[in-house]
């Protein structure tokens, strides 16, 4: 029973360039979330889809972040432009249904050089 | 997104004693207030989760207790080990109204020495 995957484990980029950070859900889970965790902070709420559809991404940037989550394959995050400012882990959870329990991967720590 | 605080920051506690760790909400329409423990470089594992309809819930030595007046929970954690130092998150939200994205408490670092 494979659990939630992230890849990269980790990603290092310089200022300008592009992230792409990628989850692959639990077995036969259709929703996933995004969360951003800063150094000595909780985890943070980014945007939540299910298959082709943003459900709710009333915590995403409004600039250069954006989310999809296709009928195959894993979702994506993607950060454009990338700054300082976007050094986080960033960790993807996955659910069966929209009020089941949300499983964890084990996330991608992003470093901006 | 409303805010759960959560204390205190950092935890020690001697092997066998109990951890407490508390958290506080002012969101009335939260209805699902789980646990996540997280070790370092791992993502959170869920612990256990509490609905507002019971004070308490245990599973094995952890325990959420839940005041929905005072609109307050906390996590024991009795017969702490060394190998429950980890951090410890509470986080909230509304699944009645379908507004399922956890609120995090910003985390407790748990320190259990021998």
């Known amino acids: 029973n494979a659990g939630v995957m992230q890849n990269p484990r980790h990603l290092v980029r310089r200022r300008g360039q592009e992230a792409r950070l990628r989850c692959s859900p639990m077995k036969g889970h259709s929703h996933v979330y995004w969360y951003r965790q800063l150094p000595e902070e909780g985890l943070k709420f980014m945007v939540y889809?299910?298959?082709?559809?943003?459900?709710?991404e009333s915590g995403m940037p409004k600039e250069r972040f954006s989310a999809e989550f296709p009928k195959e394959g894993p979702s994506i995050l993607r950060i454009q432009q990338v700054v300082r400012g976007d050094s986080a882990a960033y960790f993807c959870?996955?659910?069966?249904?929209?009020?089941?329990?949300?499983?964890f991967g084990p996330g991608t720590r992003l470093t901006v050089l | 997104q409303q805010q759960v605080k959560q204390s205190p920051q950092s935890l020690i506690v001697q092997k066998g004693g109990i951890s407490i760790i508390n958290c506080a909400y002012e969101n009335t329409a939260f209805d699902y207030f789980p646990w996540y423990q997280q070790f370092p470089g791992k993502g959170p594992a869920l612990l256990i989760a509490?609905?507002?309809?019971?004070s308490e819930k245990k599973e094995g030595r952890f325990t959420i207790s839940f005041n929905k007046s005072a609109k307050q929970f906390s996590l024991h954690i009795m017969d702490s080990q060394p190998g429950d130092s980890a951090t410890y998150f509470c986080?909230?939200?509304?699944?009645?109204?379908?507004?399922?994205?956890?609120?995090f408490g910003k985390g407790t670092r748990l320190s259990v020495i021998a």
């Open positions: 959870a996955s659910s069966l249904g929209g009020t089941d329990t949300q499983y």
């Open positions: 889809l299910q298959k082709e559809n943003i459900i709710d």
């Open positions: 509490i609905r507002p309809d019971v």
């Open positions: 986080a909230a939200s509304s699944m009645g109204s379908g507004n399922t994205p956890l609120v």
